[in-house]
DNA sequence: CAGTTCGGTTTAGATTTTCAACCGAATTAT
DNA sequence: ATAATTCGGTTGAAAATCTAAACCGAACTG
């Protein structure tokens, strides 16, 4: 797949790979410490063609890495790579915007904190300092006083991303959105 | 549309409004100063019927504006409200993402530039001053070593988000990723 | 008053997504 | 020993979505 953007635009290029309802969710749930195919099935709820075409689009990209486990059988992990992990302020940005946008005060359903101080996180700036490289490792993503019984068990575990825990049994549920749609 | 995720994420939350190939293209020509229907028709190349469709769903989440001009005829432009306006760091950090990981060094499409200094932005990190309204208003866009011409004449012309600008013509080509896919 | 622009809607066909069934290899249970 | 289950998928059929082109009315233009 080259890609359904032609146009020379960091935007556009950054939507090609993206740009779609489950990749993004797919990375969420990396970080959220899930490494296997059946994991990433039942949490993010994508069927498993779809999920076994984004993850090797994602590990195509080096998102991802697929590690053989179990001696000779059919056990994988995908675990984020470095380039993944780059991630993570994109996705606390996201979350900060949503929160603040698309969620009623106090129905936030993930926050984002500083780790240093357990405050709250709700807005950012881009940092000039060009020769840094890359920060907002100092980042907590907890449940947030929106977040459900299940949302909740997943997100009390740790930091972010997360070792690998064990496929408890969760099932997800209604959001409640600001704004209808 | 009430979303396909009912996940209680903020990440899915976002994904509902975001989460396709075309909506977030749309905010970005909206930060280039388009407003006209045709305009966003001839510059994301997105089909008609469904940039209809985003627009009205980008309208309804108050991410856009749409007003009516000239006396009785069938003249809109959208606007971004302030509400789309808060996406800039969001787009920014995409930006910077994208040259980072997604293009070669030197063909990065377009660039982040501190307004103040005219450095290139590379990294970012969360704002902990959640007193502080949205920052980021100090970051300009251009046309980077990667764009190609037509890119270049639109992004050559000021801060971001522009005013409107005439309907110049321009057709896009060729990305060049890193990475193929 | 004929043609063009603007901002769409409609329709048909192609593509993508969903959902369920199936599969082989390995592991566990009886 | 053999049956059932798990893991990590693939296959196929139906549903939903997207693309592309045709069409449309209401200005406005020549």
Known sequence: M??????????????NLFGDAWTLLIVREAFYGTTRFS?????????????SDRLSKLVDHEILEKVDIGATGAHYVY????????????LASIIV????????????????????????????EMKFDSLQPHVAQDLDVVAGPGANEATRKRL?????PASQRGPEN????????????
């Open 2 to 15: 080259v890609g359904k953007h032609k146009q020379t635009c960091s935007i556009a290029g950054f939507l």
């Open 39 to 51: 994991d990433f099935q039942r949490r993010t709820g994508a069927a498993k063609n779809l999920l």
């Open 79 to 90: 675990n984020l790579t470095a380039k993944g992990q780059s991630l993570k302020p994109l």
């Open 97 to 124: 915007w949503s929160n603040e946008h698309l969620y009623p005060d106090g129905q936030e359903p993930t926050l984002v904190l500083s780790r240093e101080t357990g405050e709250v996180v709700h807005s950012f």
């Open 156 to 160: 009390t575990v740790g930091p972010w």
């Open 170 to 181: 969760e099932t997800e549920e209604t959001p409640e959105l600001k704004k209808e749609a």
